[in-house]
C-alpha cells in the first residue's frame, strides 16, 4: 500500500504537468484572421479599384486602337481606288504606311502598359498583404503574452500536397476569435468574404 501511493502521486504531478503544458500552447487560425480583418476588406477595395483603373485606361487605349484600324482600312481602300490620281494614291499609301507604324506601336504600348500595370498591382498586393500579416502578428503576439501562452500555432497551415497540419484543435486553445474580436474592435461585426487577390503568408514560397 505504501508504494502505490507514491506512485499514486507521481501519475497526479505527471498530470497535471502534462495539463499545464498543453495550456500554455494555444492555437489561431492566420487565415480566416486575415479574411475577418476589417482592414483587408479596406485592401480589397484598395485593388479592386486599382484594377478598375487600370481597364478603364485599357479601354482608352483599345478605343484608339480601334480609330487607327478604321483609318487604315480608309486609306487601304484610297490608295487602290483607280478613280483617284497616282499621285493622291501615291500619297495615301505613304499615309497608310505611316499609320501602320503607328498601329504596331500603339499595340505595343498597350501590351507594355498592361504588363507594367499589373506588375505594379501585384507589387501592391504583396506589400498590403505584408502589412496586414505583421500587424495581426503583433496583436497575437501581444494576446499570447497578455494570457501567458508560452507557445502559438497556426492552426491554418497546409503542407506541401495541400492537407492540414493541424486536424484537431479543442476550442478552449483556440484563440481565433479574441484576436478577431481586438483586432475588430469597435467595428461591430466583420464579415469578409475571401479577399480577391492572392494571400500568401510570409513563410510562403
Known amino acids: 500500500m505504501k508504494k502505490i501511493v507514491p506512485a499514486l502521486l507521481i501519475s497526479a504531478f505527471l498530470f497535471l504537468g502534462t495539463a499545464r503544458a498543453a495550456d500554455e500552447i494555444a492555437f489561431v487560425d492566420l487565415q480566416e484572421v486575415f479574411k475577418q480583418f476589417y482592414k483587408t476588406q479596406l485592401a480589397q477595395d484598395q485593388i479592386r479599384q486599382q484594377a478598375d483603373d487600370i481597364k478603364m485606361e485599357r479601354e482608352e487605349i483599345e478605343e484608339e486602337v480601334k480609330v487607327m484600324k478604321e483609318e487604315i482600312e480608309v486609306l487601304r481602300a484610297d490608295s487602290r ?9 501615291a500619297n495615301k499609301r505613304d499615309q497608310l504606311e505611316e499609320k501602320l507604324v503607328n498601329l504596331q506601336k ?3 504600348d498597350m501590351i507594355d502598359f498592361e504588363k507594367l500595370r499589373m506588375q505594379q498591382m501585384e507589387q501592391q498586393n504583396t506589400r498590403m498583404t505584408k502589412k496586414l500579416f505583421d ?60 479577399p480577391e487577390f492572392k494571400v500568401e503568408t510570409p513563410d510562403e514560397e
Not at 81 to 89: G, N
Open 106 to 108: 500603339k499595340e505595343q
Open 135 to 194: 500587424e495581426i502578428h503583433e496583436v497575437v503576439i501581444q494576446h499570447a503574452k497578455a494570457k501567458g501562452y508560452a507557445t502559438v500555432i497556426d492552426r491554418s497551415s497546409k503542407s506541401r500536397i495541400g492537407t492540414d497540419i493541424i486536424l484537431y484543435t479543442s476550442p478552449k486553445v483556440d484563440i481565433t476569435a479574441q484576436v478577431l474580436a481586438e483586432l475588430n474592435e469597435g467595428r461591430g461585426s466583420t464579415k469578409v468574404e475571401s
Open 81 to 89: 481606288d483607280k478613280t483617284l490620281s497616282e499621285d493622291v494614291r
